[in-house]
């Protein structure tokens, strides 16, 4: 099991007390590419800390 990240949980409670919005986890990103129709969803570390890039391929019957 992995220790907990303090940056993440940092922001997650600066965002909840700041404003009306909330952190979003890695798998609600992952859904909302997934419900817009895009495939291969991979998940990216990016430098920063507890950041990530979510991408995803549009297929389209000419790439299928």
Known sequence: ECPPDIV???L???FRLTSRTRCYSR???AGWL???GLEEIQ???TPGP?????TG????????
């Open 43 to 45: 998940l990216h570390r």
């Open 8 to 10: 993440a949980h940092g």
């Open 34 to 36: 997934e419900e817009a």
């Open 27 to 29: 798998q609600e990103q």
């Open 57 to 64: 391929k549009k297929v389209t019957a000419g790439n299928k």
């Open 12 to 14: 997650a409670l600066f």
């Open 50 to 54: 507890s950041q990530i890039l979510v």
